[in-house]
């Protein structure tokens, strides 16, 4: 973005407007009409400007979502192209359009083997509501129509509509409605949280035997899925031990249950794989996915299914009922062909695996693997979260560590760095085409946050 950006209208003109039509997602409000919001009218690479001219460093991809960062040309030009030729068709009416079956193409020689149809979406919300449904028919066919159970883990997220956050373990989320039936949850992989006195390897398995303790519960011929992030975003950015997918894996095929891998944040290069359960090591039934699809610029999402599944529903299925207006639509699957292309070609993935990704978390261990306020580093790639701890040798954690990693975040947007923070953990996940200098960027001012932070409450 051009430093010559002039204003349309006042800050204080576009936030009395936005509190008069607008509900923020996971704010409050009230609080939030008193503050004001930032208004965020440019972005280029990894940086954002406000109306009022601040810069920031966007350490968070928006919401994990723009790999290939801001002002790619290249994306606007293929949305541009498709707007003119072809706006809008959808895939009811025994009808499909060049876009969609050219992203297929593209999206299944990006993926392993064994996977072999997609339903596309506009969200990843909107591809965990499908996969409730399409995992239940899927068993209906085969003449298990009572395995309908979901399994999740508490402190998961698979989105804010009413399945998608009942699935998801957002405790708060429940009370507000978001509960359906038939859907169960185990303990969360949270080592640093959780461990007692077992090693990381002894607490991953530990954790996993939990879903088989639920699936025995509950009867392995009533469960129908086990849902999970390889690794937990909003949750905080935690990395289960190396021991739990292994043992995930190998209960879901004991009991005959599916495997459902949420790679809505973890898709499309984050860890320096192209999919995040491919640096874990595991091969799931089916995939969530959206975000980094294309790369923010215009909303899609998806589901993909194994071959294993998508035989039985096309093969034996017959009639699924099932569909979006907007399923497969031509300008985002442009923009998807665009993006995908762009990440394979550039070798941005690779850079993200073998370059940047391995020096963020370097970066991230020397600067802070010392520090008083901080107790655990864990990430791969260019997705990274730090603990906050009172006692980093006892793993004791403050007892309002939500409202210190808030406070660093709010001291990072004073220092012009956007990360985020969730409990007692302060996360980030900046663009795939971060270069060194902008890694240092962000470390740096990530610091003088952290630093800031420390001081205020005492601990340096």
Not at 76 to 95: D, I, K, S, W
Not at 222 to 233: D, K, R, S
Not at 250 to 267: H, N, P, S, W
Not at 432 to 445: F, P, S, W
């Amino acid at each position: 973005m051009t430093t010559d950006y002039k204003p349309q209208r006042e800050t204080k003109d576009y936030q009395a407007a936005d509190a008069a039509h607008h509900i923020h997602a996971f704010l409050d409000q009230k609080a939030l009409n008193e503050e004001g919001p930032r208004v965020i009218v440019g972005g280029e690479r990894l940086h954002l400007w406000d109306n009022d001219g601040n810069r920031y460093l966007d350490g968070m991809s928006g919401l994990w979502c723009t790999n290939l960062g801001y002002g790619r040309k290249d994306l606007a030009a293929a949305a541009t192209r498709q707007l003119e030729q072809l706006p809008y068709y959808n895939m009811f009416f025994h009808t499909t359009h060049p876009a969609v079956v050219e992203l297929s193409e593209l999206l299944f020689s990006l993926l392993p083997k064994h996977y072999s149809h997609a339903i596309y979406t506009n969200s990843g919300s909107e591809a965990n509501e499908v996969l409730i449904r399409t995992v239940r028919r899927y068993w209906q066919v085969l003449g298990k129509p009572q395995k309908k159970v979901m399994i999740g883990r508490w402190n998961g997220y698979h989105g804010s509509t009413l399945a998608a956050s009942a699935m998801g373990g957002m405790k708060f989320m429940h009370e507000m409605g978001g509960v359906i039936p038939d859907v169960a949850h185990i303990d969360e992989p949270y080592w640093f949280g959780h461990e007692g006195d077992l090693t990381p390897a002894e607490f991953g398995l530990r954790a996993a035997r939990q879903l088989e303790t639920k699936i025995l519960e509950l009867g392995a011929e009533n469960v129908a899925a086990f849902i999970a992030e390889p690794f937990q975003g909003a949750g905080g950015m935690i990395f289960p031990p190396e021991s739990y997918w292994p043992e995930i894996q190998r209960i879901c095929r004991k009991y005959d249950v599916l495997l459902c891998a949420d790679e809505v944040i973890g898709g499309f290069g984050r860890t320096g794989e192209w999919f995040a359960h491919q640096h874990f090591d595991f091969e799931p039934d089916t995939l969530s996915i959206a975000k980094g699809l294309t790369s923010g610029y215009i909303p899609m999402g998806g589901l993909i299914l194994s071959r294993r599944m998508a035989e039985v529903l096309v093969e034996q299925g017959g009639v699924f009922a099932h569909g979006l207006t907007y399923s497969g639509h031509p300008v985002a699957a442009a923009v998807a062909i665009a993006n995908l292309t762009a990440l394979r070609d550039e070798g941005v993935v690779t850079q993200v695996k073998n370059d940047t990704g391995p020096y963020l978390q370097q970066c991230l261990r020397e600067v802070f693997g010392n520090h008083p306020l901080v107790g655990e580093i864990q990430g791969v790639g260019l997705v990274a979260a730090l603990q906050f701890a009172q006692d980093k040798a006892t793993r004791k954690r403050f007892a309002n560590e939500g409202d210190i990693a808030w406070r660093c975040r709010t001291i990072g947007f004073e220092e012009g760095v956007i990360i985020r923070s969730t409990l007692g953990r302060m996360i980030m996940a900046p663009a795939l085409i971060a270069t060194r200098a902008e890694i240092d960027e962000l470390v740096g001012k990530t610091k003088i946050a952290v630093d800031r932070t420390a001081k205020e409450i005492g601990v340096l």
